[in-house]
Each structure stands twice: as C-alpha cells, then as structure tokens.
C-alpha cells in the first residue's frame, strides 16, 4: 500500500512540475537592458509623466506592459501598424530610452544602441523594435541592423529616443508569449489545480489509512 502511496504522490509532483514549466514558456521576460558601448551612453527607466506627456499613450503602454492589454492594440493608436503587430510577440516590456551626454551617434545626429534581451531565442524570427517618437508624437517599427542570438543582444539606430520595446515572431513552443493579456486561468494553472486535487485527495487517504 505504501508503494501504491508513494506512486501516487510522485506521479502527482510529476504533474506539478510539467505545469509549472508549461506556465514559464507562455510568460515573457519583460527584462531589457543595455549592453556593450550603450551601457555608459544611455538609460533604461520606467515610462511615466515625468517623460511623456501624452496621457492616452502613457495609458496604452502601461496596460500593454501589466498585461491589461495585448500588443496588437497598440494599433487601434497606430493603425498603419496593425498588420505588422498581427504575428509579433513582446520580448521585453516597452521602456523608456535616453541618452546620456549626447549617448552614441552616427554622423547624421542619429542614436546607435545595443540592447540586451534574455528572452531572445532561437525560435524567434522577424526582430524589431517598437518605438514610440515624444518628438514626433508617432509610433514606427524599427528594422534592427544586427541581432545576435548567441549573446541575446539587438542593436539598432534611432533616429530619436523616447519609448521602445523589441518585439518578434515567436514560433513553436511558446509561441504565445508577451501576446495575451496575464488575467485569466492559464493551462499551466490549471495543470497546478489538477495536480493540487490529486496531492488533496492522496493526502486524505494516507491520513484515513494512518488513522485505521
């Protein structure tokens, strides 16, 4: 009985762990950071007032990062972009980017930076970033000129800086990720309520057999 017991109780972990990976493949890592030359010529901060006057946009990007609201409705406020948002995936939360002591430009007045992305893997395709122009009062989708997926790191050039995020194409597992909003029961939670029903009802036996 019990190796019945103990078959049970093992089968049930079993089920919590595959639950629990299967919820860290649908949740994107919202980290972004500078690397290379970029980390002493700019800074990464929270998007808030103090950087962006707009409330309507200040609004969108803060539902988009909590996950209240998706990627894609960013193009109910920038709809030329709707159709290249459709199949794309947030990789980092959306952030904002200024220089610091004129950060690092080309000749033509324009930024270079390298970012740092943990969440960049080999199953995502079609790298861009996601910018939103305070001087321009625009959104535009920027081509990077390099993504190096051996040390997770997307360089681009801005032509000026406000708030950015980079996105992708996520294909096969997790191809969810960063697209839908974080309210709801996900797969994986359900996974951890079935196999908190099977612990319950594991632990009741073994008490019911104690007490006999």
């Known amino acids: 009985m019990k190796k019945k017991v103990f078959g049970t109780l093992l089968a049930a972990a079993l089920i919590v762990t595959q639950a629990i990976s299967v919820f860290a493949v649908g949740s994107r890592n919202g980290e972004m950071a500078l690397a290379g030359g970029a980390a002493s010529s700019y800074q ?11 409330p309507t946009v200040l609004t969108k990007i803060r539902e988009v990062n909590s996950g209240a609201a ?3 409705s960013i193009g109910d406020l920038a709809p030329a972009l709707s159709a290249q948002l459709a199949d794309k995936s947030l990789l980092t939360d959306i952030y904002e980017l200024t220089p610091i002591n004129g950060g690092v430009q080309t000749a033509d007045g324009k930024y270079q930076v390298e970012l740092s992305v943990p969440s960049l893997s080999s199953n995502v395709t079609d790298v861009a970033l996601l910018h939103y122009s305070t001087g321009r009062s625009t959104w535009e989708i920027i081509t990077p000129s390099n993504v190096d997926y051996t040390n997770k ?16 194409k996520v ?3 997790g191809a969810s990720v960063g697209t839908s909003p974080k309210t709801g029961m ?7 309520l079935g196999a908190a029903v099977v612990l319950g009802a594991t632990g009741t036996v073994v008490y019911k057999k104690t007490r006999q």
């Open 70 to 72: 998706t990627l894609q």
């Open 44 to 54: 990464l901060s929270e998007v808030s007032e103090s950087n962006l006057s707009d």
């Open 186 to 192: 996900t797969f994986g939670w359900m996974g951890l």
């Open 153 to 168: 790191v997307v360089s681009a050039t801005f032509e000026d800086l406000s708030p950015v995020a980079v996105i992708g």
């Open 171 to 173: 294909s096969g597992t």
